[in-house]
DNA sequence: TATGAATGAGCCTTCATTCAT
DNA sequence: CATGAATGAAGGCTCATTCAT
């Protein structure tokens, strides 16, 4: 029994299966009935799993939160790389970036505006700013990239101007995706916003 | 009762200064503490009035978003007005609008997000449109203006920029007052996003 | 209408049959099913009234104790002035005395208990003391005009034997009604207590 | 897995440590938290131990209680018989029994607390009743003893004297030190108490 | 219109206990 | 014997809304 036991012990592994199921089902019962309503109840019953468990994993509801939030960005990052191709001239590059922007914008709206209102709630706005960190860095790569091929202007703040653009991508996205009730001209925007940009950092 | 009723009836004039004293009450109640955290019981005692007394002018917490909302827009309004004189250039008109944008946010960053996570809350993003709308327009006559005097590029699509200019600044500005935690770099900030949007109206 | 209503106005009362009622089924379902077993919605059943009413009274469950322990003492105070004549001899006295509290702990046991574990659950073992003030102070008053009649020894600490005599009698009344199976022995118990008392005292 | 199952029962020995580290581990956590708010979490957390392990040795929280009382009546046995010599006269033998009463409700008063509350939460009065019953009978020997010698009045109840006195003590000890917020008249008290019962027994 | 006491549905969290390993 | 992750029942408290006065 010692021996099987140990056995066991050795290959011993916490259950992050179980609190990566608790994530997903949190993600889609809060885009679903947004934040405030959803009951933890809700979630694990999603989740398959005992009220009780999920205070082994998340020691509150809102706790969820962050770990959404990163689980997003990360998702970010990796479309972005995807997309991006590092030998492209600049202005495809916003091309591809504002499309991608869209396209995530369009599929993750519901999580983006939770993460939002979430962590506004939980008056942790810095920890927002934390999490995007790596998406800034990633911008900002790309700006000095563009600087030393003199695609943009010398002077630029690298970083005000990565938030500027990241800024306004996502709320540009926004507003077709979320504020306006039809979606149609969503190629007319993309189209404006990309000639905007370049011309912006010209 | 019926009698005493019809006498008021006669002189009826609906209450402002109470409907008022529950806005101006709500909006710093819900600017301290947020908008769930805010209790009904909370915003009539600061008003002075009884809890009953609430539901005679709104039918519930929720339903005074909007009004604050439209509050928050029209002092918006006013204040582009008195700033951005009509004589200018192109160029000077968008430091003050970006000016502006900034000082507004700073003033108003609590209602602001109130707004925002209270319309989402809600529901209805779209109203929130509907209230921005005469923002919109006035920036689609001042794009609309730039244009004909040749002062920005000539195929632009009007609505649509509007609403991107109002968003980068918007963002920026709580950029800089909501998530960052040190606001020195503001006139950085402004200088940068003054320059982009200038350029990118090219 | 308004007339009617400035009528009732003038007699208004806070109601504090309200109050009572929620403190007199406290007292039974407490009795009944200890401090900790009962749920507040228990408490509010018996009384008849909506389990919020329980919070415009008592700010918790707990907040229920030094009431009780108030209203116990109150009948403790009111039961020894009715059977302890002024004129009677010291030993009469004690007998009264002694008779009063074991028939006071046999009717009001349960509370008792409760009071004791409650306060002490609530560690506020000193808001005890203050509440048994009044009862030491009539104790003192007894003592003193024994002192002064030469029928007690005259160098006795008041307070201190105060408080002696009072623990004494409680707890024996005590061990007779909560501690042991039988109550058989209690006149016998009460005969050994009064002479220990008296002849103490000498 | 049998085999070595096996294999550790031919050494089989209770593990007497365990339940020991157990038992002292309760003592320390009820004594700081009191007994409802420990959670079995915090005393295996403080023993050492896994949650499941505790069920291996008591089948409830509530069931640490009686073997906690034993091992306190013991400790207060031990010091009685340490501190009382028999050969003493009766008054000096009150002096050290009122002196250890005292000393031992000093030390021992959360533990002693949460024995009654726990006793009376667990409806076992009369088990408390037996776990004393080898305190009575030593104080039973003493009054004998002290009748024999005509050191105390000869028609005395001993039993019920027995119980009375150490009510009286304990009950005049937590006076002191439970309740009272200055500990400096505890010479005082003692002396009282001591004349008190000499007194009361002649 | 105004009041504010009363309502009661609703939900988060705790924690004693179990059981598969 | 030992483990500790998992369970899920249970209950205190909140607060938006109502309604009798």
Known sequence: ??????????????DNTKRERILQSAISVFSEQGL?????????????????????YFH???????????????????IMDERVAAEQPFDKKIDAIVDATFDI???????LAL??????????????????????????????????KQEIRPGIRIRITSKMLIGVMEESAEQVYLFDE???????????LKLFIVQGLK
Chains 1, 2, 3, 4 share one sequence.
């Open 1 to 14: 029994m010692t021996d099987s036991h140990s056995f066991f012990l050795e290959g011993y592994i916490i």
């Open 36 to 56: 405030e309503k959803t009951k933890v109840a809700d979630i694990v019953k999603q989740a398959g799993i005992a009220q009780g468990t999920f205070y082994l």
């Open 60 to 78: 509150s509801k809102y706790a969820l939160i962050p770990s959404i939030a990163e689980k997003l960005l990360d998702d970010i990052l990796n």
């Open 105 to 111: 914008t369009a599929e993750y709206k519901d999580v």
């Open 115 to 148: 993460c939002y209102s979430g962590l506004s709630l939980s008056g942790a706005l810095q920890e927002w700013e934390k999490i995007y960190e790596p998406y800034y860095r990633w911008m900002d790569h790309l700006l000095e990239d563009a600087v030393e």
């Open 182 to 192: 039809q979606y149609n001209d969503s190629t007319e925007y993309r189209e404006e």
